[in-house]
């Protein structure tokens, strides 16, 4: 343990405290000590002294006493026992920065500082919510945040491009002497945003305390632990929460001490200077501090001292591949030649055939390829032809869907849409980097055999690009698209013998589990009773299991024996029964990644929906952020209710409540995005025009101006049985 970064660690500590003291002063000077301070879109106020002292931190006066004890933290100056490895001091003045690092930012957001210019600004709830299924499913393995300046904008594109192909979150910011790694990237013309997977948070070290903030929220919204129970808080970021920290360039005293408060979260440090390291592992899993300095090595160094696995397939198109390419954008200015959209028709199928007509890897151009053609808007048609000793035309819509992803993941290249709504465009800069038609084949067969090798054998793709093969091999396509949309719309609970469990999220949300059946899909939204089982197919020892139902306990909670004990078990004991239909009655658990929360409103005698892209205020005097706050971390909340949206229009939705006609709210978007469907379903209960009877933003924001409406509109859900 080296005495130099105790002593930096320590001086920056009180520098940053002694920034913030004289902030606060002022602030309560000019504005007053009951002035609200708070960050957008958070249920958890300021989130480090949330979860570690469970204080509210609402105002200034409130903000002081958290500074106080920040500054009861700062060790006296570094004495001969520092020597020794032991990081005590060093360790709490990290704490004391944090602390004060949040007081700091609150009081910027006061002042209209924050966000800094191209910046993201503070980290919302909402978007650790999103990322909650890319993080379990392993799509994202990690966090990384780099503070300081490349010592050139080269280094710096290298090493996000090369944390971008292993799909690494990557938060970029601070400055080394007056530069910032985020103006270099910008410079270069590499774009930045969560879709991107690199996200600027600020200019200077403090407001690095946003990724710190961020991860810190993971522990009380997927794990289930409770504000105040600062160790267990800080076990579960070291245990589940893979980030690290990178610096380029020399490290200041502010540096050392933001660096000892992420050391504290189990974050280890890599820097790219000679830094003195700090071996010891325990309060990280490995190494807390090391360097590389050869910066060919730094980001392979980076995941070894974290301890994650990351895959990098390498597939030879000529351009990047990986996860972070997905949310890409291929805009107009950029675009060399688009398919499909509004101008012309493509679509993409897949299709199980015999063995002995599929040679793998295979891909067919059937018809010219963008160099030869002139015009900038075509038509195309890629039908993939899978062959496999388990052939099952269950899986094929499954795998199918996949291929928005995999071609997507293609850097130059943008994948919207499905089936016969395809619509592809290539940029500039790809087709300038060789990018030609055949690769979008070399991608879906590297990729299939990468994921489904358990259920596919041989995979080859021809790709159509004349019209008259685009329509024909089109009518084919749309034959089946029908054939399977019947398939699944008819299925029932009582027609299947097994549902489905998922512990996917219990990488982060350890005492939830999902049971999937065929008429309720898995909160996030993202998992049907039919991927449930494809999955179970392809892994059999993998996340998702088959639960036989047995006897039912309850028909109307939608309650079975065999489910009760699968959930107990899986839930560490924690979740005694489940019912499948209920949300006032041993509902399910929720892990964080809900697409919707479905809330109690007992004076309307009904159900609220919220969906996570809405960030108005709702009847109940609660956003979708505060809501959600009450609900996750694997924990029963009665009246209370994760859920998948189209789970919605399910004819098991909250069944033993009375199912949709309880909705009396929903979001705007969310409404007219269901619309069709919720009207027929309301038909099926004997209910007419009842989309038009459901209030939305634009009709009630308060609980009185719902009730005035519901009254008006005479909503089915007065008339029911009274709730509580
Ligand atoms: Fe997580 Fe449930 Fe979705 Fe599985 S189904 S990924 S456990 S939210
Ligand atoms: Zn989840």
């Given at each position: 343990?080296?005495k ?7 001086r920056?500590a ?11 002063n ?8 009951d ?75 006061l002042?209209?500082q ?18 909650g ?21 080269q ?7 090369q ?22 990237l ?21 407001s ?12 009380l ?11 267990k ?6 245990e ?57 090595k ?44 509004k ?56 795998i199918?869907?996949?291929l ?41 067969h590297?990729?299939i055999?990468?994921?489904?090798s ?35 719309s ?27 059946t ?53 839930s ?8 499948m ?27 609220l ?21 009450s ?20 004819k ?16 705007q ?41 519901l ?14």
């Amino acid at each position: 343990m080296s005495k130099i970064v105790a002593t930096a660690a320590i001086r920056g500590a009180k520098k940053v405290v002694a920034e913030v003291e004289e902030f606060l002063n002022r602030a309560l000077k000019e504005k007053g000590p009951d002035t609200k301070i708070e960050f957008p879109e958070t249920a958890f106020f300021l989130p480090m002294a949330k979860a570690l002292l469970n204080v509210d931190v609402k105002t200034l006066s409130e903000a002081v006493k958290i500074l106080e004890h920040a500054k009861s933290l700062l060790p006296q100056e570094p004495s001969e026992k520092l020597w020794l490895p032991y990081l005590g001091s060093t360790l709490d003045a990290g704490m004391a920065t944090l602390f004060a690092e949040e007081i700091l930012m609150a009081l910027r957001y006061l002042y209209g500082q924050e966000p800094q210019e191209g910046c993201n600004g503070f980290f919302s709830d909402t978007v650790l919510r999103s990322l909650g299924i890319q993080l379990v499913d392993g799509r994202m393995p990690g966090f990384a945040a780099i503070l300081g300046a490349a010592p050139n904008n080269q280094i710096a594109v290298d090493i996000v491009r090369q944390l971008q192909e292993r799909s690494i979150l990557t938060f970029v910011g601070s400055s080394t002497n007056g530069v910032s790694v985020i103006d270099q990237l910008k410079e270069e013309g590499i774009e930045m945003g969560w879709d991107n997977y690199i996200v600027p948070y600020g200019r200077d070290t403090v407001s690095g305390i946003y990724a710190l903030n961020w991860a810190i929220r993971a522990a009380l919204t997927f794990g289930g632990i409770k504000s105040g129970e600062a160790k267990k808080c800080l076990e579960y970021t070291k245990e589940r929460v893979f980030a690290f920290g990178l610096t380029l360039g020399e490290l200041d005293d502010i540096k050392y001490a933001t660096g000892a408060g992420a050391i504290n979260m189990g974050f280890p440090i890599i820097a790219d200077t000679d830094i003195p390291e700090i071996h010891p592992s325990g309060i990280t899993i490995y190494e807390a501090l090391v360097k590389e300095l050869d910066y060919k090595k730094i980001v392979p160094r980076c995941i070894t001292v974290r301890g994650f696995k990351v895959k990098v397939a390498k597939i030879p198109i000529p351009v990047l591949y990986g996860p972070a390419f997905e949310g890409e954008r291929v805009r107009k200015e950029n675009l060399y030649v688009e398919f499909g959209g509004k101008k012309a028709i493509a679509f993409e199928f897949l299709k199980y055939v015999d063995m002995d007509k599929v040679e793998d890897g295979k891909v067919e151009l059937i018809g010219p390829d963008i160099d030869k053609i002139e015009d900038k808007s075509l038509p195309l048609g890629i039908v993939v032809e899978v062959g496999s000793r388990k052939a099952n035309e269950d899986f094929e819509p499954i795998i199918e869907r996949q291929l928005h992803r995999y071609i997507n993941e293609a850097q130059g290249i943008m994948h919207i849409g499905q089936r016969d709504i395809m619509w592809i465009r290539i940029s500039q800069e790809g087709f300038k980097k060789g990018l030609r038609l055949k690769h979008i084949g070399t991608v879906i067969h590297a990729q299939i055999h990468q994921e489904y090798s358990a259920i596919v054998d041989k995979v080859q793709v021809k790709i159509y690009s004349k019209i008259e093969d685009v329509e024909k091999q089109l009518t084919e396509a749309r034959r089946i698209f029908e054939k399977r949309d019947e398939r699944i719309s008819g299925m029932t609970d009582e027609s299947v013998e097994d549902f489905y469990s998922c512990a996917l999220c219990q990488s982060f949300a350890p005492n939830h589990i999902c049971v999937v059946t065929p008429e309720r899909l898995g909160l996030c939204g993202a998992y049907s009773w039919l991927d449930a089982k494809a999955n179970y197919q392809i892994s059999p020892a993998g996340a998702n299991q088959p639960i036989k139902k047995g006897p039912i306990l309850d028909e109307k909670l939608g309650q079975w024996k065999n489910i009760n004990d699968f959930v107990y078990e899986k839930s560490n004991k924690s979740i005694e029964n489940v019912s499948m239909y209920s949300l006032l009655e041993s509902p399910q658990t929720s892990c964080g990644c809900f697409e919707c929360i479905v809330a109690l409103v007992p004076e309307a005698n009904g159900f609220l929906v919220v969906s996570r892209d809405y960030t108005g205020e709702t009847p109940l005097g609660m956003t979708f952020t505060t809501l959600a706050g009450s609900v996750g971390g694997g924990v029963q909340t009665p009246g209370f209710l994760g859920v998948g949206r189209l789970y919605l229009i399910s004819k098991k939705f909250i069944l033993a409540e009375g199912g949709l006609k309880r909705i009396v709210w929903l979001p705007q978007e969310l409404k007219e995005f269901l619309r069709n469907k919720l009207e027929v379903r309301a038909k099926e209960m004997g209910v007419s025009d009842f989309v038009n009877k459901i209030a939305d933003e634009t009709k009630a924001t308060t609980l009185e101006q719902l009730l005035e409406f519901l009254n008006q509109a005479k909503h089915p859900a007065l008339e029911m049985p009274a709730l509580i």
